[in-house]
């Protein structure tokens, strides 16, 4: 049994910034293998991904990297345009192709303490699916996917039909500041954690982009500082690598404020390029004894 499942698409994604456009692969499941792959094997973990012919190539570099993976054929791979402005914290997107959605029956062979859905579109992981893994372990969830409903090419954020039924089987669920007012017509973080956690949500991690982010668990609220990056170069990924090193914490038995410092001290060193998180546990630790006294947080 894995300590840690990742289940969700590599993509293909063209990024597009004022300063390049970059062709490269991507997904939840993308940056959180790699990110992983960097740090102590304290957890092990195992990706179940989903991907057309054209990118097996990904899913060899993965496995080559030390990567456990399981992967399903698809007619199609995810296929994302990002687009990003001089401020990051914001992004306008275009679905160019879709994968298939994972079902129950690719889930029975999989066991593992906590499922992570990497959700890209609304219709990747099914209530049922859902459900199922909620009785094998405990499951963890990116709601971003839940979020995109793709009319042509473009992606509009929309809430989710089945939010009642999938927050009732998530232990841990991730958003940003964004998402949280499309789910709840809420901006005040605090007031869209309690809504949450009454649908049975157990920990609720809202990041805030520059301003930190918010966990709340166990009825307290948890203030997580944001470390200012040396520069910003790519936010392409920060959510996924900030989920990385939340749940490579949390699997280890760390509280949830060391967990949330942790990741978003991953997530100052991942916006500093493009790309996956590439650095070490010694820088991680560095960031957060740099900016011990300093942090950039507005609560």
């Not at 963890?140 to 995109?148: E, F, K, N, T």
């Amino acid at each position: 049994m894995k300590d840690l499942c990742c289940i969700g698409h590599i993509t293909r994604d063209k990024i597009i910034t004022p300063e390049s456009t970059v062709h490269m692969a991507g997904g939840t499941s993308f940056y959180m293998s790699y990110g992983i792959c960097q740090l102590p094997p304290k957890v092990s973990y195992q990706l179940v991904t989903k991907v057309g012919r054209g990118q097996l190539a990904e899913v060899e570099k993965l496995q080559q990297s030390g990567v456990d993976v399981v992967c399903y054929s698809s007619r199609h791979t995810v296929y994302f345009e990002n687009k990003y402005g001089e401020n990051t914290n914001n992004r306008t997107q275009r679905v160019l192709a879709k994968a298939d959605p994972f079902t129950i029956e690719e889930m029975r062979p999989l066991e593992a303490k906590v499922f992570h859905l990497g959700s890209l579109l609304n219709d990747d992981f099914s209530p049922e699916v859902v459900k199922y893994l909620s009785t094998q372990g405990f499951v963890s969830i990116d709601v971003q996917g839940y979020l995109r409903k793709v009319v042509g090419e473009q992606v509009h954020a929309t809430d989710w039909a089945d939010k009642k039924d999938i927050l009732s089987c998530t232990d841990i669920l991730k958003l940003n500041e964004h998402e949280m007012e499309v789910i709840t017509n809420s901006k005040n973080p605090r007031t869209v954690a309690l809504q949450l956690a009454e649908y049975g949500v157990r920990e609720i991690v809202i990041t805030l982009g520059s301003y930190g982010s918010l966990i709340y668990a166990d009825g307290r609220f948890h203030e997580i500082p944001a470390y200012r990056p040396a520069k910003v170069v790519d936010a392409t990924g920060c959510g996924d690598t900030y989920s990385t090193g939340y749940l490579y914490c949390r699997s280890q038995g760390m509280n949830v404020e060391e967990s949330g410092r942790f990741a978003a001290a991953m997530c100052t060193l991942k916006l500093e390029h493009s790309g996956p998180f590439d650095r070490t546990l010694k820088d991680i630790h560095q960031v957060m004894r740099k900016s011990q006294h300093h942090p950039a947080t507005a609560f």
